[in-house]
């Protein structure tokens, strides 16, 4: 049995495709979702799909092991930061060294680094003139949204395109390819 533990801060809707995606998996469990944000909707669908949830403030996450702690505690295969919007700690990576992934919603290197996240990505995809835009999944480092890519996936853009539709397309890309990168790290560990 494979075990991975997730981190979301916002709407949790790849929380959600990774649950189903795994649900008739005997193989693969979730044993955990982490999030920085109280009142994140990915709470509700926790609460619906029946998966462990645990909510962290930033105290907790840089200044103490806390999180490390939870962590051991389910000693996870694998981490998937899926929508999570802070940078990990050193003590974590430290810890999971090339057990942590995250999704990134554009095409890294371009539109990545600090405030480059969820719809201030894709304004910035727009405000360029982009004609494709894509994901990222990618180990995580030290370094901000540099870590090594495992998998990058291109969608074409039109100028009528406004940062709502680009998010839109962009997740349709993390659904269909974001749970089927996890299943094959899942297997190389
Ligand atoms: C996703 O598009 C993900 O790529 C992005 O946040 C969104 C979360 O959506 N992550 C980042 O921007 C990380 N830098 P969701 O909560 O509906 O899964």
Redesign the pocket.
Known sequence: MKRIVLF????????ENIEHYFRDNPEVSISCVLSNKKDAK?FERCNRLNLNAIYFNRHSFYNSDCVLNILKSFNPDLIV?????WKIPDNLIANYPNKII????ALLPKYGGKG???MY?HEAVKNNNEVETG?TIHYVNENY?EGAIIKQAKVALSPNDTPEMI?EK??HL?YEHFPKVIEQVLMGT
């Open positions: 979301a801060s916002g709407s949790g809707s790849n929380v990915v930061l899926a929508g999570f919007l995250n999704i990134h919603p480059m996240y969820g990505v994901i949204d998010a962009v997740h993390e």
